[in-house]
Nanobody
Framework: QVQLVESGGGLVEAGGSLRLSCAAS????????LAWFRQAPGKEREFVAR???????TYTDSVKGRFTISRDSAKNTVYLQMNSLKPEDTAVYYC????????????WGQGTQVTVSS
């Protein structure tokens, strides 16, 4: 079992920055990949970024160069630094754990709202 708790969402103006955090507990943090997804109103949940056990990164094209995913094993926390935010980044952001490292994402957090005003 893995428990995930996101924080750091909020309201920000376009061009601003936010840093999301996801605190993990349960299974050893170093044993699984982690990712961020988001879901905007009326849209399907979409992949945002992923970080593997070895620290390799993957991003969706729309956030490349603006968002950075990182993990701190000492704090069992994964972060999503979001810069140059746009109104289209408005969504509920979810943290997910891929414990089998097969992109199945067995565990999810409750989500944190990010709203970017124009």
């Amino acid at each position: 079992q893995v428990q995930l708790v996101e924080s750091g969402g909020g309201l920000v103006e376009a061009g601003g920055s936010l840093r999301l955090s996801c605190a993990a507990s349960g299974r050893p943090f170093s044993n699984y990949a982690l990712a961020w997804f988001r879901q905007a109103p009326g849209k399907e949940r979409e992949f945002v970024a992923r970080i593997t056990l070895g620290g390799r990164y993957t991003y969706t094209d729309s956030v490349k160069g603006r968002f950075t995913i990182s993990r701190d094993s000492a704090k069992n926390t994964v972060y999503l630094q979001m810069n140059s935010l746009k109104p289209e980044d408005t969504a509920v952001y979810y943290c997910a754990a891929d414990v089998n490292t097969d992109f199945s994402y067995e565990y999810w957090g409750q989500g944190t709202q990010v709203t970017v005003s124009s």
